[in-house]
């Protein structure tokens, strides 16, 4: 049996895909260790996880892209972040693996300083990636605006015009700081970006198809495993047991973004709708908020209790939240502020499982035909649901961690 080494960012939504792949190489009788937000020790110990936290230093840095103006603007903030913890978390993962021994090391994709130091390592290992893939491909449009995909030869040549457009100033945002933080640990730099995600060894896609635009050239090490949905046991909030209307689930992000407007919107789109509104500030104050009696405002709630019972989810577009609704055959609508989450509201349209409204047209009589219209799209979830499971979820990363396991370790036994 091997050892593996789980390191994870400072998100729960991060976290939480992992948890069920954990739970499965544990199943087979591996050895887990994990670090991990200090938060989320206990319980993943209660697991039977040998879990510590991460350096405290990293969870002290926060984002701050909700400030920028513009979109190019946002993504340099979170590209400041990501290496100002990438100090951090190269040395934390580098002591980990001296403290563990692992055979197998996994960490997450938003961990630059890690991601360095597992490659250094040479040991096998992987990564995972639970939100939009941001790889280029003949088959998809440029990542980013949230373009729909092309149709016929008309959006084929609007995809070529606007590629270099679109990934230039990414490139030039991205790749010079991957490359110092690399270049910190020892390692040669990338060429291009998407050499980023193309070099790790295997690369666990927590999402599927029809969620997933198809594509031909997916890159050999990228496994679509599905969203490995997975919450903290937990019971149904006091008195939403007796709540007979619909229940619509409104979040906002975990790592604060300045979402909370949703929040408020959504209390006045449909307070006087037959339905009871849920929402969950996680990086918010419930406290700040005056809810109609038809609704509540919670603060960072497991949602699977409350989505086992909800006709639709409104979300800012994070794709934890909005993939654990489409899991469930839930319809979402999806108001994006940002990030990744035009990609996320883009698919969620497209794929026939909800509604997408830009979160500068954002009014209470907009978000409540939104949420209207995504609630007849229920089909297009239970799709998406299909999708999902047929991926094979936690089996099939777990599979494919120990195919990578047992291949370099053959390989290392014949050389």
């Not at 994870?8 to 991990?36: F, M, N, Q």
Request: glycine content about 6%.
């Amino acid at each position: 049996m091997a050892r593996a080494l789980a390191y994870t960012s400072p998100a729960r939504g991060h976290l939480y895909p992992l948890t069920p792949i954990l739970d499965e190489l544990s199943r087979r009788g591996h050895k887990v260790a994990l670090r991990t937000l200090a938060s989320e020790v206990e319980m993943m110990r209660a697991r039977g996880i040998d879990a510590a936290p991460i350096e405290p230093a990293i969870e002290a840095i926060e984002h701050d892209d909700y400030e920028a103006r513009t979109p190019l603007g946002g993504l340099k903030r979170v590209v400041r972040v990501l290496c100002r913890r990438a100090e951090h978390d190269a040395r934390d993962l580098e002591r980990a693996i001296d403290e563990e021994r692992p055979d197998v090391v996994l960490v997450d994709i938003m961990t630059w300083g890690a991601l360095a130091i597992a490659e250094r390592w040479g040991g096998p290992w992987a990564a995972w990636c639970p939100y939009p893939l941001p790889l280029p491909s003949r088959d998809a449009p440029p990542f980013g605006p949230g373009l729909p995909p092309a149709r016929g030869w008309i959006g084929r040549l609007r995809d070529a015009a606007l590629r270099p457009l679109v990934f230039s100033p990414v490139v030039r945002t991205m790749l010079p700081p991957v490359n110092e933080v690399r270049e910190r640990v020892g390692l040669p730099p990338h060429q291009e970006i998407a050499e980023m995600f193309s070099s790790i060894p295997l690369l666990l896609y927590m999402t599927a198809e029809p969620f997933e635009y198809p594509r031909s050239d997916w890159p050999e090490n990228v496994r679509l495993v599905g969203p490995c949905d997975w919450d903290p046991p937990a019971e149904l909030p006091a008195g939403l047991e007796e709540v007979a209307e619909p229940i619509v689930l409104v979040t906002t992000s975990s790592e604060f973004q300045d979402d909370g407007r949703l929040v408020r919107c959504a209390l006045e789109a449909l307070a006087d709708e037959e339905i009871h509104v849920v929402a969950t500030l996680p990086s918010g104050d419930p406290a700040s908020f005056d809810a109609p009696a038809s609704s509540r405002v919670l603060p960072f709630v497991p949602h699977a209790p409350i989505l086992d019972r909800a006709a639709c989810a409104v979300t800012h577009g994070g794709m934890g939240t909005t993939q654990k609704a489409l899991a469930r055959g839930v319809p979402v609508c999806v108001v994006p502020f940002g990030r990744d989450q035009l990609e996320v509201a883009r698919r969620v349209e497209v794929a026939g499982a909800g509604t997408r409204l830009p979160a500068r047209r954002l009014t209470p009589k907009r978000l409540r035909a939104a949420v209207r219209e995504a609630m007849r799209r229920d089909a297009g979830a239970r799709r998406v649901a299909e999708g999902y499971r047929a991926a094979g979820g936690a089996n099939a990363a777990a599979n494919a961690i120990e195919e990578l396991v047992g291949s370099r370790l053959t390989a290392a036994t014949r050389a």
